[in-house]
């Protein structure tokens, strides 16, 4: 079995907030110093840095990615973060979600559904819509059911889930039918194994935790460690 480090929630240079020298080059390099395997792209909503990915980046397995001409061994995984914005049972919920697309080809279908169904992709690298996160996450499994979602920084109070100003009590009531295929949830820096623990739904999920860089000094500050008989999406 392959021990594979990864850190799968970080952002781009067109995120609000977000170092300029988050490009690919630079996550690459610093994955590699950090010891990370397997890297998130960020961002692929942002038309500019999903352009710089098509350029940039060759599938060397199914759903993993590398720089081009370089042989840095650093694996990049194709993913963005959605934040919904929207009214539901008399409040309004702020809720992010995380997306895995297994290629470009899906990203640039998902990316054209957000568009029209009105999501400004060019507003930030962390895009804000009006769209609920059930609707999220329809859009992305309808297009491929291999996409992952998951859900961010779940205990973040006003930015999440389980968030106490802003989000619900339980997957099934933010995600409804399409709970079954939230498989997984991350925790970032808002909560600990403990914490986890005591919750019943996440029994039979897995519980991930990763760094939301902004900056490459700050990836891997959280991680989490898969063990796997291949490297690929799948």
């Known amino acids: 079995m392959l021990k594979v480090v990864a850190d799968l929630q970080i952002h781009s240079r067109f995120a609000r907030a977000v170092s300029p020298r988050m490009t690919l080059p630079v996550i690459s390099e610093w994955a590699r110093k950090k010891g990370i395997d397997l890297v998130a792209t960020g961002d692929w909503t942002h038309p500019i840095w999903y352009r710089e990915l098509v350029n940039n980046l060759e599938e060397v397995s199914p759903g993993l990615y590398k720089l081009k001409d370089s042989e840095d061994s650093t694996r990049f995984l194709l993913s963005t973060e959605v934040s919904s914005i929207y009214s539901q049972g008399g409040k309004v919920r702020r809720v992010h979600t995380l997306i895995f697309a297994p290629s470009l080809g899906v990203v640039e279908k ?25 609707a999220v996450a329809e859009i992305a499994l309808s297009i491929d059911p291999q996409c992952l979602i998951i859900p961010a920084h779940a205990w973040t109070p006003h930015f999440s889930l389980y968030g106490s100003m802003s989000g619900f009590d339980s997957i099934e009531e933010c995600f409804g039918d399409l709970s079954k295929n939230i498989f997984a949830v991350e925790t970032g820096l808002s909560s600990d194994p403990a914490m986890n623990w005591r919750i019943e739904e996440l029994a039979n999920r897995s519980i991930v935790s990763f760094s939301d860089a902004h900056s490459p000094e700050k990836l891997g ?10 490297l690929d999406f799948e």
């Not at 962390?126 to 769209?131: A, E, F, K």
């Not at 500050?221 to 291949?230: D, G, M, Q, S, Y």
């Open 110 to 134: 998902i990316n054209k559904e957000l568009s029209l169904r009105g999501a400004n992709l060019m507003s930030d690298g962390r895009p804000i819509v009006g769209l609920s996160a059930r």
């Open 221 to 230: 500050r959280e991680a989490t460690v898969f063990e796997l008989a291949k």
